[in-house]
C-alpha cells in the first residue's frame, strides 16, 4: 500500500539532498539514539523485545520530537516481519482494509506476520480503529501506534487492553545539546566546520525547542542560514538596521551567538508561532492563575492560547487534572465541571467550545483550593513502592469457594451497614502501615465537612477497637 505511506526507504539510507536537517540527522541505530535510556537502554524490556523480533503490539505515547516515529523506522531496519507504515492524517478506512486483507494472507500462505506502524492513531475514529482488532486478536498484525495524545482518551479500550503503552518523555536540555553539537559537528549529514556556535547559544536553543529535537534542529538550521549570508554593503547597513527584513549578519562569519539566535527565534515565531509565547510558558501561566484564585488571569491565558490555535482538548484535560490536583474535594463539583467541559469541547468542535473552556476556568479560578488529594495519593504511591509489598489481610478478601473460606478468607469482616454508627474497629491497611495517614483534607470549603466526619470516625473505630459485627464475605 502507498496511499498515505510514511517512508518508502529504511532507516539507515541516506535521506534525500536538500532534505532538513532534522531528518538527516534522524538516527540510524540504537546507539545512536539520545534520550529515552529508560525504555531503549541495553537491557530494557523494549529494546531487547525489538532486537529479537519478539515485539507485540505496542503504543509509543510522547510530546512531538521525542523519538516515536525514529523508533518505527528502527524497528523497520531490524525486523524480518512484512512492515508497513502510514499515517492517520492520509488513510482511511479503505486503506486499513486493504492492509489487514494482506496482513491476513501474508500469515496464511507465508506464515510471516505483519508490523503496522500507524503515525497519529489518535486521528482515527472507532470505526478506524475497530478495523485493526481482528488481526491483532488473530496474531496477523503487530501494531505500533504513536500519538500525542493520552491513549486512555483517543484509543479505544479494546485496542488499548491488547497493547503495551510506553510513555516518551520529552527530551532534557543536555540531551538536545547533545543532538545539536552532533548536527554541527558532522560532515556527512549535519552542517559540517562551515558553521560554529558559542555554548551559551546551543544550550538556548536546547532551552526553546522544550524537549522536542525537531525544534531545537530547526532552530539551529534556520540561524545557521542567517549565520552564513553574505555582508550587505555599506549603503543598504542602515536599512537592515531599520527592520527592512533584512536578515544578513554584520560579518558572514557563520558563526552562531546569541544575538544571532534572538534574530532566529524572531523569525521563527513569525513564521510558525501564532501567539508570540512558547506553549509550555502560556499553560503553566494558567495553571498558576487558576491555582491563585485569579478567573481573569485565568480567562485571558485561556484566550491567549485558544486564539493562537493551541489544541483546545490539550487544555481541556489540563483543567481536568488541575480539577482534581488542586481543587479536590474542596470542591468535588469541579472535576464534574471540567469533565464536562471536556465532553462540550469534543462535542462542539471550535470556536463554539471556547465558552466551556471559559467557564470551566471560571469555576475552577473561583472554587476553594486543596491538594490534599494530590498530596494522598503521591505519599501512598511512595509506600507502594518503598514498602514491602504486603499481602491483603484476610479479613478483607472475599471467599467465594469453600477452600478460600478454609484458609480464612474473609473471617473477622466486619460489615459496617451492620453497625449502628456505620462505622467499625476494623483495620483496613496492612499491619506494617496501621494509623497511617494519607489523606489529610484541609479545612476550605467542603473538605472542611469531609475533616469533621473522618475526625468522628477514627475516634470511633479507636474506640470500637476490633469490635463489631462480622461476616465471612461481603454480601
Not at 1 to 24: I, Q
Request: charged share 25%; net charge negative; hydrophobic share 40%.
Amino acid at each position: 500500500m502507498k496511499s498515505g505511506h510514511l517512508f518508502e526507504s529504511t532507516a539507515t539510507e541516506p535521506s534525500a539532498p536538500g532534505a532538513p536537517l532534522a531528518e538527516r540527522m534522524r538516527p540510524r541505530t540504537f546507539d545512536e539514539l539520545v534520550g529515552q535510556h529508560e525504555l531503549l537502554a541495553p537491557g530494557q524490556p523494549l529494546r531487547g523485545a525489538i532486537e529479537r523480533d519478539a515485539l507485540q503490539s505496542i503504543i509509543l505515547w510522547g510530546p512531538p520530537g521525542t523519538g516515536k516515529t525514529t523508533i518505527a523506522r528502527l524497528i523497520a531496519t531490524i525486523t524480518r516481519a512484512r512492515f508497513i507504515a502510514f499515517s492517520a492524517v492520509l488513510s482511511g478506512i479503505k486503506d486499513i482494509r486493504a492492509v489487514m486483507a494482506e496482513a491476513e494472507a501474508s500469515r496464511r500462505e507465508l506464515g510471516r506476520r505483519t508490523i503496522l506502524f500507524v503515525d497519529e492513531i489518535h486521528r482515527f475514529n472507532k470505526a478506524q480503529q475497530d478495523a485493526f482488532l481482528p488481526r491483532v486478536e488473530a496474531g496477523d498484525i503487530v501494531l505500533i501506534g504513536a500519538t500525542t495524545e493520552n491513549p486512555s482518551f483517543e484509543v479505544n479500550a479494546a485496542l488499548l487492553s491488547r497493547s503495551k503503552v510506553f510513555v516518551l518523555r520529552p527530551l532534557t536540555p543536555e540531551e538536545t545539546s547533545t543532538i545539536l553539537r552532533r548536527a554541527l559537528d558532522d560532515p556527512e549529514r549535519g552542517l559540517g566546520a562551515a558553521t560554529t556556535a558559542d555554548d551559551d547559544a546551543l544550550e538556548a536553543i536546547a532551552h526553546h525547542a522544550n524537549g522536542d529535537a525537531r525544534v531545537a534542529l530547526n532552530l539551529l538550521e534556520l540561524a545557521a542560514t542567517l549565520a552564513s549570508r553574505p555582508v550587505p554593503d555599506a549603503a543598504d547597513a542602515d536599512d537592515a538596521a531599520d527592520g527592512d527584513g533584512r536578515d544578513e549578519r554584520p560579518d558572514g562569519s557563520g558563526r552562531i551567538d546569541r544575538a544571532l539566535l534572538a534574530r532566529a527565534i524572531q523569525r521563527r515565531t513569525l513564521l510558525y508561532d501564532k501567539s508570540g509565547e512558547e506553549h509550555f510558558n502560556l499553560i503553566s501561566a494558567l495553571h498558576k492563575s487558576l491555582r491563585n484564585s485569579d478567573p481573569d488571569a485565568g480567562v485571558y491565558w485561556l484566550a491567549r492560547m485558544v486564539e493562537a490555535g493551541e489544541e483546545p482538548l490539550y487544555i481541556a484535560r489540563r483543567l481536568v487534572r488541575f480539577a482534581s490536583e488542586d481543587v479536590g474535594n474542596a470542591d468535588p463539583n469541579a472535576l464534574t465541571v471540567a469533565v464536562a467541559a471536556k465532553e462540550a469541547v469534543h462535542f462542539l468542535g471550535m470556536p463554539e467550545g471556547n465558552t466551556a473552556l471559559a467557564q470551566a476556568v471560571t469555576y475552577l479560578a473561583t472554587a476553594p483550593k486543596s491538594n490534599a488529594v494530590y498530596a494522598a495519593y503521591n505519599q501512598a504511591a511512595a509506600d507502594a513502592h518503598e514498602q514491602a509489598a504486603e499481602p491483603v489481610p484476610l479479613h478483607l478478601r472475599n471467599a467465594p469457594t469453600r477452600l478460600m473460606k478454609a484458609q480464612g478468607y474473609g473471617r473477622g469482616y466486619a460489615y459496617a451497614h451492620d453497625d449502628p454508627d456505620g462505622v467499625t474497629g476494623m483495620d483496613c491497611l496492612p499491619p506494617t502501615l496501621a494509623g497511617r495517614r494519607y489523606y489529610r483534607p484541609t479545612m476550605r470549603g467542603y473538605e472542611k465537612e469531609v475533616a469533621r466526619r473522618l475526625d468522628a470516625w477514627r475516634a470511633l473505630r479507636r474506640a470500637k477497637g476490633r469490635t463489631g459485627p462480622a461476616r465471612t464475605e461481603e454480601p
